[in-house]
């Protein structure tokens, strides 16, 4: 394989492991932040109505991938919050954080 070659295979790769590197610091840092915003002592209803009112603050233009996000994983998000899973769990179980 020719050294040009050999260099952008390896960019190419390290980029993509950046990428999902940040996307699974985003996540654990997002999950970290929701659970620190609800009460200690909590229902499911309480962190399920949490979930669902998540976006509202978010801007318009990132609302509906917001929205779509939490449609998608929401149960996910709140079955790990009322198991008192550690944030990289969670992140692990949705395919955004690797082992």
Known sequence: MNS???LILVICFIA????NTLECDFC???I???VNSL???RSESEVQEAVNKA???IPEFAAQLCKDFMGKHGPEIVQGI???EQPE???ERMDICTQ
Do not use: G, S
């Open 4 to 6: 040009k070659l050999m």
């Open 16 to 19: 993509v492991h950046a990428q």
């Open 28 to 30: 654990t840092d997002a």
């Open 32 to 34: 970290k932040r929701f």
């Open 39 to 41: 009460p200690k002592e």
């Open 55 to 57: 976006c509202d603050d």
């Open 82 to 84: 009322m198991n008192n």
């Open 89 to 91: 769990t969670i992140c």
